[in-house]
């Protein structure tokens, strides 16, 4: 329902996308639950799709209308869409109480002052508005009555996780919550706190996944969450369906019941269930954490690259010397970085192209007036000032690291890599590096890099890394440390198969033919190393491929 002189970015800029009736109907009779003296609250109620959904259930189990002011319960902060509202409810003979307020302004049961009951059910879709719109005092608010719920949300939460927590407030104990949450719930790392919670909050949780988009206008894919009772829960119960209209469909007993992981994503929620055993099986036969080939870890944190990080005409003007000033650096981002391997010729090209490859690293004790002119000016455009080279002394030598074996692309649209550094040069913090341990394969720095392009790898990689704005992919150490890699024997007994093509598939990387190398590496690791039949293999890449889709925003996915 779309009210006079709305718009499609009206409606996009408060989070409002209507609810299919389809899914308002049912969510409505999970909550009244056959009770007819069940009180419903929807918290952004909007035009009352849901209310209206309500009433006509507690009607059809003889509630008379004239005493649904009493059970039927709406907020919203929108005056003329309460207005609307009220007379969408009064043509179907129907009434609510609706309240006109912020409902992050509104007490609790529990709180003097409360203006609402306790009831036996919330029901609703919360706006989704993303934390750079979410600001100000109306965070402030959100965030606090978080808390008030024992939840403590990052400054990245959108708007929705705040108030799904403050309207579980005004919950009976063993109340029903029936909600359309965006499918970021399962992935996303600020949405860890409200996981967490409805595990330990409710006795049955029971989500209910789809495979279309269920919203015009709308980009995201949503969830259903249906949950009761209290006390905390060990299992889900999970259904996947193709749209609304299967809801119907939904029979009791045909349910997939799943132990969401103690901490961390969900993102393998998403997967159907085959596709999700599978991937235990394999991962947990056959692959190993890349922890065990060498922790991943921070680059150089400069304070400011801009300075620091210099280019060859730099270094010349002021006559900074390698080995004395500075030293050999992959330039920052990781554009550059588009083979199995950054070599020193790759340097060296980069170097004479302009690019940024040397870090300011001077000895201590350095009295050289080459250096100390460079120094001024750092001093005369406020370097110092900068955080980190206020906090260190001295603030002009950055802790530069150590080179490590491979480079790790933690910011990745497409997937992260590895990359072996034989160039031996250092790196900032635009990337990861990753140190071998002294057991590790001799093969592994150059074998990593290759056989990391296979379907079980990339689908580890959307499971555990966490999805931003625009579909880009990021890894934080810990999570890139998860990133399942074969095991050692599988490495070396794939390597060999395919070394002898590496330069060929090399080649094909750098002509951005990247999913013709997963399907031969898969071929290798997956078929001809450890059995995998070619079906299981093709469910593993269409996983993989079906995650990357819902995270750069397509309903479908190229290769």
């Known amino acids: ?64 209308a004239g005493e649904l002011d009493e059970q039927l319960f709406g907020v919203d902060l929108h005056e003329s869409s309460l207005d609307f509202a009220q007379g969408l409810l009064e043509n179907a003979g129907l009434d609510a109480r609706l309240i006109s307020s912020d409902f992050f302004e509104l007490n609790t049961p529990n709180q003097l002052g409360s203006r609402l009951p306790y009831v036996d059910a919330v029901i609703g879709n919360p706006p989704f508005v993303r934390y750079q719109m979410h600001s100000g005092d109306a965070r402030i608010r959100s965030r606090e009555a978080a808390l008030r719920q024992g939840v403590r949300l990052s400054g990245l939460a959108s708007s929705w996780a705040a108030l799904l927590l403050h309207s579980c407030g005004f919950l009976k104990p063993k109340g029903r919550l029936a909600m359309v949450l965006p499918a970021e719930l399962l992935t996303v790392g600020y949405a860890e706190p409200v996981r967490q919670w409805l595990k330990s909050r409710f006795e049955q949780v029971h989500l209910v996944l789809f495979d279309r988009l269920q919203f015009d206008d709308a980009t995201e894919k949503v969830v259903l969450v249906l949950a009761k009772g209290e006390g905390g829960c060990d299992a ?92 050999k650096v992959c330039p920052p981002g990781t554009k550059h970085l588009k083979g199995l391997s950054f070599t020193l010729g790759q340097w060296s090209a980069l170097r ?67 990359i072996a550094n034989t160039a031996r040069t250092t ?104 059995n995998l039949s070619r079906g299981e293999v093709t469910d593993l890449h269409d996983a993989a491929r079906s995650l990357r889709a819902k995270r750069i925003g397509r309903e479908t996915a190229r290769n």
Request: charged share 20%.
């Open 236 to 327: 889900f119960s999970l259904y996947y369906l193709d749209d609304a209209d299967d809801l119907a469909k939904i029979r009791p007993m045909e349910n997939l019941s799943v132990t969401p992981a103690a901490s961390g994503k969900w993102t393998d929620l998403l997967l159907p269930n085959r596709q999700r055993q599978l991937f235990k099986q394999a991962t947990s036969q056959h692959f190993s954490s890349l922890s065990t080939y060498g922790t991943p870890e921070l680059g150089t944190v400069t304070g400011s690259n801009a300075y620091f990080v210099l280019d060859e005409a730099t270094r010349l003007k002021y006559g900074l010397v390698e080995s004395e000033h500075v030293r």
């Open 352 to 418: 004479d192209a302009g690019e940024k490859v040397w870090l300011l690293h001077p000895t201590t004790n350095d009295p050289s007036k080459e250096l100390e002119r460079y120094l001024r000016l750092g001093v005369s455009i406020g370097v110092p000032d900068a955080y980190k080279c206020s906090v260190r002394t001295p603030w002009w030598r950055p802790p530069a690291v150590s080179p490590p074996d491979l480079f790790f692309t933690y910011m990745s649209h497409r997937y992260p890599r590895l």
């Open 1 to 64: 329902m779309i009210l006079p002189d709305d718009s499609r970015q009206l409606r996009k800029e408060r989070g409002a996308f209507f609810t299919p009736q389809a899914i308002a109907n049912y969510l409505a009779d999970w909550a009244v639950a056959g009770e007819p003296d069940a009180k419903i609250l929807d918290p952004t109620c909007g035009e009352a799709v849901f209310l209206l959904a309500a009433g006509k259930r507690l009607k059809a189990l003889g509630r008379d």
């Open 427 to 530: 790196f900032v913090n635009s990337m990861h590096g990753v140190r071998l341990v002294p057991n590790a394969p001799n093969v592994a720095r150059q074998a990593l890099p290759l056989l990391a392009f296979n379907s079980v790898t990339m689908l580890g990689a959307e499971i555990f890394g966490r999805s931003y704005g625009g579909g880009v992919l990021k890894m934080e150490p810990r999570e890139a440390g998860l990133l399942p890699v074969p095991h050692y024997s599988a490495l070396e007994e794939s390597w060999a198969i395919l070394a002898r093509d590496r330069q060929g598939l090399n080649s094909q990387l750098l002509q951005g033919r990247w999913t013709n190398v997963v399907k031969l590496v898969d071929e290798a690791l997956l078929v001809k190393t450890l």
